[in-house]
């Protein structure tokens, strides 16, 4: 199982408004420094969080463009790089047009139109910043991927992303898009390789074999993922999203190197959120309930409390016999998501598992009244196959006859 492509896509970006119109802008022409930053108020961070997750719920491409305000966070970047003074201000407003926030933007749509849901799950003020926690989900894949959206207030005193990481990978925005525009600064500037770190050094002189590995990734090509791997120095080989990608690309290939890059993430990234997230997917894949639970319980410590944990976790007590704690979950995820598809069906699943077709009936029905979702002939899906023998088939079929 792989992340969707937007996961460490490299100029993602996040802005948002507090007001129609008010958006954060690099206030341009004032004598403000748009790169100065400071903590945004509680109440100021919680509105932006929920107009960032509006802007997307929205399914507007126009709304959601203008919530990315890409020019602040690339300009930020772009003049935090070493330049030389007389070559500043033309490669900073050059580099600003080499990130472009349209395809993921567009992406993440696209899964919302198909049914995805982007939502917030928490806002949590953390070492003088606010952090807001969103989670991504897919009604056709069961990868999970939660954001981490860093809110501060600018110069001007509005409220925007100061940076975004994709828990999945692990790497910052910032750090991404710096890499991604070093090589085109490099070439504007020939004199700032030589005030780079090592690892940036390393990073503009092999671009193009890092731009491959992406490539392959994103065209889900997964031998060309391995080979572009292996031909990296291993300096960019050990950089996490780089060790990330590859780890994924050999999953379900080979299990020898694939422990053996588990363990090279574990002592490079220990406890890493990206570590615990391919965790999770490896144990689902695999069918280890028990370890897939350990890692859900390592997961709620870092995105928080999260309904589609409990109804995972539910799902996979049903499947190991612990029908009451497992009820007691997935009830816990309805209650604090309401609407929550993957609830309701988790909590189908324990019945079924139970053998407890009442329930399992009287679950369907609830299934529909409160989602709408249509479950289409039950005698076509093989998790139902032991329903459909009892009467209360029968009666979920004449249910159905009624036109509920």
């Known amino acids: 199982m792989h992340p969707p492509r937007l996961v460490g896509v490299l100029a993602l970006v996040f802005a948002s408004t507090m007001a129609p119109g008010c958006f954060w802008s690099s206030n341009k022409g004032t004598e403000a420094n748009p790169d100065a ?41 772009a003049n935090s790089l070493p330049l030389a003074e007389d070559k500043k201000a033309d490669t900073v407003k050059f580099l600003q047009t080499k990130a472009d926030a349209g395809e993921f933007v567009d992406e993440l749509l696209d899964i919302i139109r198909d049914g995805g849901v982007f939502k917030l799950l928490r806002v949590q003020a953390i070492d003088e910043r606010h952090h807001a926690t969103f989670r991504l989900t897919h009604p056709k894949s069961s990868v999970i991927v939660y954001v981490d959206t860093i809110i501060a207030r600018s110069a001007v005193g509005r409220v925007g992303v100061e940076d975004i ?19 085109a600064a490099a070439l504007r500037d020939s004199s700032l390789e030589s005030r780079l770190s090592d690892d940036e050094k390393l990073l503009v002189a092999h671009s193009d074999k890092v731009k491959k590995l992406l490539k392959a990734r994103n065209n889900n090509k997964m031998r060309e993922v391995v080979a572009a791997y292996k031909d990296l120095p291993l300096g960019l ?51 280890e309930k028990r370890e897939a639970i350990q890692e859900i319980e390592a997961l709620r410590k870092i995105v928080g409390e999260d309904a589609y944990l409990d109804a995972a976790e539910a799902a996979l007590l049903g499947k190991l016999g612990q029908y009451e704690t497992a009820r007691a979950a997935a009830d816990r995820a309805i209650q604090r998501e309401p609407d929550l598809l993957f609830a309701y069906i988790s909590r189908i699943s324990v019945a079924v598992d139970e053998k407890n077709y009442v329930d399992v009936l009287a679950w369907l029905k609830k299934t529909v009244e409160q989602t709408g979702h249509y479950f289409g002939d039950l005698r076509t899906l093989p ?17 159905l006859a009624k036109g509920k």
């Open 37 to 77: 930053l400071s903590q945004a108020a509680d109440a100021e961070a919680q509105a932006f969080a929920h107009e960032l997750e509006l802007a997307f719920q929205s399914k507007d491409r126009s709304r959601a463009m203008q919530v990315c305000a890409l020019e602040v966070i690339a300009h930020r970047v």
């Open 165 to 183: 990481i994709i828990l999945n990978d692990g790497e910052r925005l910032t750090d991404q898009i710096r890499y991604d525009i070093l090589p």
């Open 383 to 399: 998790a139902y196959s032991s329903f459909v023998r009892s009467p209360q088939h029968e009666e979920w079929l004449k249910w």
């Open 237 to 287: 080989k050990n950089r996490k999203a780089c060790l990330f990608i590859y780890v994924r690309a050999i999953e379900s290939r080979d299990r020898a190197e694939q422990k053996r890059t588990m363990d090279t993430c574990r002592q490079l990234f220990p406890g890493d959120p990206a570590l615990v997230l391919f965790c999770l997917d490896l144990h689902v894949a695999r069918d």
